[in-house]
């Protein structure tokens, strides 16, 4: 419990025929953290159990008032039988405040019915009873949802930014030293599209877009096959920057920047390694707009990667990361408090993985991509081009795509090989991740009816459908849930996008956007027209001035570091749960990811390149950074 230390905390106990009277905490002793206890009395409970607790917080004479943080109440009745209420949030005002005792459970119209009956006849206060069916919504519109306080660790972060920035040093890392001896190798260009921070983009080619003119006599294909064989047997990928095309590029200290839409392509070769073969800048096809090739001019390649690099951080930053992660956690975290009483099973399996989520992309929208924000002061897709991406974006999400099996099989049907780590890994964590829903979900719904009429469970889906995807119904997003596995499948998503997903494309970002030149956040050259026209001081003129690379680099590295008080995925601190099944659950899932990283550390150990972003102890249990 947070401390108070100006006012008093008073409590009662809510049976089924009969409550007690208020009850007061020394307040004395409410100088520190702790666990206190009140005798309750004799209070006779024999037709019945606590199904209620109320707390409210009264000022102290005329002192300002603080906010408290309890975690739960605990009441032991006479017939010594011990009853939990889950609270874990924040009072701060004198209302009264009722919570629910927190075994799982939810209303649906028959239990409504049965319940009003009931409390007809017993005669409950009528107060008492339009809460118990209406529940209590925890974060609603009028909490001030900011005391989630970690201004402290924030500022700090903030701070070591700035440090950075101005220092212009970093701190001793692996990888980009590594990067900088390795980036202008295509073998790892193209290995970035695997296992880097922005593994969602790439997926496998079976026809040519109608505006990437790339021709067999073209490309170089090893052991005498060509383009047109490979593109049949499955072995040619494509990325393509199209939510790029068209925008107006940022302008930075009064001068002009760019920002390219490019189409590239990959063949994986029969060792299974991938390597890029074609580019082009542009989406449309012109004689300004040459496709550019590993055979060309060593500056004219790579100054095309550049481009590519370029662009894939402002895709990567905005779709997979912004977008996918950030936003849809905060649609999913909204709807969740929004819609569900704290005792809904759905709440207490979905509520960790929302923590710090509102706060964290309260602070994006002004300290990154607001008006004075870091995004739109030093990125080339800064400004009005940010929510034109995002709207462009938007459209194209799919349920399917946000569900890790089937987008993999969607996207980049792969032989299993060692290159892929991100991929097996992130099938790896679902897996675990589906058992341990599975179990929980199953041990509250014994059949689909159940799901049909729990109406509050349908309330919370509609919202995400209606507002988080706008009514679309080509997204495949369900507006209801008719049957178990389709809240088992929903509810896996929604854990793995605010975990795993997030982790993917987070931690990363330092690594290899430390060394600019492999991610530069703008350019402010315009690409070649022409081949045979780069040379290495053109290159270098491309790229961002000193105190641009700076502030990138400080951002990556700021939105890369793990808070001190993380929260790795399976760690509960927070006792939400309190029948012992789905406790004994989320200690096996604990066990398995930890099973999990002992795994991934011993396979770690002979990669040149360790893949360290989805180890459960690098994977936070929310969006929190």
Known sequence: ???????????????????????????????????????????????????????????????????????????????????????????????????????????????????????????????????????????????????????????????????????????????????????????????????????????RCKTLPGNFPVTDDM???????????????????????????????????????????????????????????????????????????PTDSTYDWLTAKIFVRSADFTEHQLNAHLLRTHLLAEVF??????????????????????????????????TLIGPKGSFTLFAASGGESVTKILARSQSSITYRSLCIPDDIADRIYFVVTYEVFGRMRALRYNLSLQRFVQGMIQYYYKSDDEIQRDSELQTYIGDIFEHGFLSQPQSGIPQSFTTVSELIKFATMVMFTSSSQHAAVNNGQFDYGGWMPNTPLTLQRPPPTKKGTTSEATMLQTLPVINVTVQGMAVVWLLSRQSSDFVPLGHYPEDHFTEEIPRQLQKDYKAELDKLSTTINNRNKTLEIPYTYLDPKNVENSVAI
Not at 104 to 132: A, D, E, M, R, S
Not at 343 to 365: D, F, M
């Open 219 to 293: 490309v170089f294909i090893p052991n005498g096959s060509n383009l047109s064989n490979e593109l049949k047997r499955g072995n040619i990928y494509l990325c393509d920057y199209k939510h790029l095309d068209g925008l107006q590029a940022n302008t930075i200290q009064g001068i002009q920047q760019y920002l390219m839409a490019p189409l590239v392509l990959f063949h994986k070769r029969p060792d299974d390694k991938l390597m890029p073969i074609a580019i082009q800048l542009k989406q449309t096809p012109a004689e300004d707009n040459p496709i550019f090739l």
């Open 1 to 203: 419990m947070s401390k108070a230390h100006d006012e008093r905390l008073y409590s009662m106990a809510i049976g089924i025929t009969q409550w007690t009277d208020h009850m007061t905490l020394q307040w004395t002793k409410i100088w520190r953290l702790g666990k206190y206890t009140v005798k309750l009395g004799a209070l006779a409970c024999a037709q019945g159990f606590f199904f209620n607790s109320s707390l409210d917080k009264r000022q102290f004479f005329i002192l300002p008032g603080d906010a408290w943080f309890p975690d739960k109440v605990e009441i032991k009745s006479p017939e010594n039988d011990i009853y939990t209420f889950p609270i874990y949030c924040w009072i701060s005002d004198s209302e009264t405040h009722r919570f629910r005792e927190g075994k799982g459970w939810f209303i649906h119209v028959l239990v409504c019915h049965h319940l009003f009956n009931t409390c007809k006849k017993i005669l409950l206060p009528n107060y008492l009873f339009i809460y118990f069916l209406q529940a209590l919504r925890i974060f609603d519109e009028s909490h001030p949802l900011g005391q989630y306080a970690r201004e402290q660790e924030l500022s700090q972060r903030t701070l070591g930014a700035e440090i950075l920035g101005r220092s212009c040093m970093v701190t001793e890392n692996f990888f980009p030293d590594y990067v900088q001896q390795h980036w202008k190798e295509d073998d790892f260009f193209a290995y970035q599209y695997l296992n880097g921070p922005h593994p969602t983009l790439i997926r």
């Open 333 to 366: 975290a909204v709807s969740l408090l929004r819609n569900l009483p704290m005792v809904h099973p759905l709440y207490k399996l979905l509520v960790p993985h929302t923590r710090y989520t509102l706060q964290i992309n309260e602070q994006a929208r002004d």
